[in-house]
């Protein structure tokens, strides 16, 4: 009797163990190579390194409230579960895009009967926090005040711009950095070594495909693991010969490279903050580069024209006009002909605008004069300048000594336009580039 019992206990530890290895084993490579210390962490020594905040406030458990914001594959879902193991403190994950406000009022309620049980705090895993609505962000804050949780939140985009000030003003931000590609070099040779969660040196890989999966994958440890996997398929299976990982076999895999564009993410206003950047600082090589990339992206047609017309305008302005005239062409060309052909009068005008000489002048003189009617008393228009077209406008001195420039010689004549409160005011000062030189004075 207590034999069969013994055997039984032997064979179900077997093939659970067995259960677990096969279960471990079918789960995707990116997913069974998560760091499971803060140790493990590769290219986070600022945000997570022996010296860190962060890291502190583990060690010492006194984990506050914090947000990871970071491009996708740096490790934000696996820090959260790092930070659950290592402090002991209840995990609950949950995802903004599938949740609401009453699966939120729920799980504050179990977190409060918890720590009246004396069970601790609860920490609180959400990731792409920025996709809950400000409803939903405030159901959050009375209880991240008061410590009833602790909110771990996770997201790819700005915070300052999608999370509500009030909640993320209690809330650490912590920024995880895209990944090196020595980085991800690192984590690939960890995964080919692994026996326990890799593929325990069934196969090598030479350096050059190495550097290529990192370069590819763009900082993302989880792209770059994933191309590992889908490579190790094209190998030999073992025992048929030696499987060596070649740049001709991972070509076959990953095809044409695409770089991470986000429409609506960091991504898109980093992206075009830098193609604007690039055509204001007459770097051609670099405008080309962004346009390419907002090209590769899907990036809407109209959306980019707009941008190189407000360039011509704003950063190139007087000093060579023709480049808002370049520009505008190029807009309604590449409207006209649609894509692919359409890179071609955009990439035409970005060069020219990129290679024109610079004046901001045209810009800074509306801002500054808007300034000024916003904020001063900018006073009466001068009589003399007045609507004078009309029967009794005579009467109340409108436009009676208006000098007409077109009845002096040059064009023009000097008399008073601002007025009197404005006196002085220079709004427009000629850079001098190019043909930015302004009015010669004409006495």
Same mark, same amino acid.
């Given at each position: 009797m207590w034999g069969l019992i013994f055997i039984g206990i032997i064979m179900d530890s077997l093939f659970g163990n067995l259960?677990?290895?096969?279960?471990?084993?079918?789960?995707? +490579?990116?997913?069974?190579?998560?760091?499971?210390?803060?140790?493990? !962490?590769?290219?986070? /020594?600022?945000?997570? *390194?022996? =010296?860190?905040?962060?890291?502190?406030?583990? /060690?010492?458990?006194? %984990?506050?409230?914090?947000?990871?914001?970071?491009p996708p594959g740096t490790g934000k879902t696996t820090l959260a579960q790092v930070i659950a193991h290592v402090? *002991? /403190?209840?995990? #609950?994950?949950? =995802?903004?895009?599938?949740?609401?406000?009453?699966?939120?009022?729920? +799980?504050?309620?179990?977190?409060?009967?918890?720590?009246?049980?004396? +069970?601790?705090?609860?920490? #609180?895993f959400i990731d792409e926090i920025h996709r809950f609505n400000k409803a939903q962000?405030?159901?959050? %804050?009375?209880?991240? /005040? =008061?410590?009833? $949780?602790?909110?771990i939140g996770a997201t790819t985009e700005n915070p300052f711009f999608e999370i509500n000030s009030p909640l993320l003003s209690r809330m650490k931000v912590v920024r995880l950095e895209k990944l090196q590609p020595q980085h991800l070099v690192q984590i690939l040779q960890r995964a080919i070594a692994d026996r326990q969660r890799g593929f325990g040196d069934s196969f090598r890989a030479e350096p050059e495909a190495l550097q290529i999966i990192a370069? !590819?994958?763009?900082?993302?440890?989880? *792209?770059?693991? =994933? $191309?590992?996997?889908?490579?190790?398929?094209m190998l030999s299976l073992p025992g048929e010969g030696e499987r060596v990982l070649t740049k001709e076999i991972l070509h076959s895999v990953i095809g044409t490279a695409m770089q991470r564009y986000d429409k609506k993410g960091d991504q898109h206003y980093?992206?075009?903050s830098a193609f604007i950047k690039?055509?204001?600082?007459?770097?051609?090589?670099?405008?080309?580069?962004?346009?390419?990339?907002m090209i590769e992206g899907g990036e809407d047609l109209r959306f980019i024209a707009r941008? $190189?017309?407000?360039?011509?305008?704003?950063?190139?302005?007087l000093a060579d006009p023709q480049a808002l005239v370049v520009a505008n062409a190029a807009a309604q060309a590449a409207d006209f002909v649609g894509w692919p052909e359409a890179q071609i009068p955009l990439a035409e005008a970005v060069c020219y605008i990129a290679n024109a000489p610079k004046s901001n002048t045209a810009y800074m003189g509306i801002a500054n004069a808007r300034h000024d009617v916003r904020h001063k008393n900018c006073g009466n228009v001068p009589k003399h300048l007045r609507d004078a077209h009309y029967p009794g406008a005579a009467a109340l001195g409108h436009g009676l000594t208006y000098k007409y420039p077109h009845n002096f010689p040059g064009g023009w004549v000097e008399q008073q336009y601002l007025p009197d409160e404005l006196l002085g005011a220079k709004y427009y000062v000629p850079s001098g580039h190019g043909q930015d030189v302004g009015r010669k004075n004409k006495k």
């Open positions: 259960f677990e290895t096969e279960q471990r084993q079918t789960k995707p +490579l990116a997913d069974r190579m998560r760091p499971e210390s803060l140790s493990d !962490f590769v290219g986070q /020594e600022k945000a997570v *390194g022996k =010296n860190s905040p962060l890291r502190r406030m583990i /060690e010492r458990d006194m %984990l506050q409230s914090v947000l990871f914001y970071g402090t *002991g /403190e209840q995990f #609950v994950a949950i =995802n903004a895009v599938s949740s609401g406000v009453p699966e939120l009022r729920k +799980l504050i309620g179990k977190a409060q009967e918890d720590q009246r049980r004396g +069970l601790g705090r609860t920490i #609180v962000q405030d159901v959050l %804050l009375p209880y991240v /005040e =008061n410590g009833t $949780i602790v909110l370069d !590819f994958a763009a900082g993302d440890a989880r *792209g770059a693991l =994933n $191309i590992l996997e889908q490579a190790e398929f980093d992206i075009v690039s055509m204001r600082g007459s770097d051609a090589d670099a405008a080309l580069h962004y346009l390419a990339r941008r $190189i017309v407000i360039c011509a305008a704003e950063d190139v302005g």
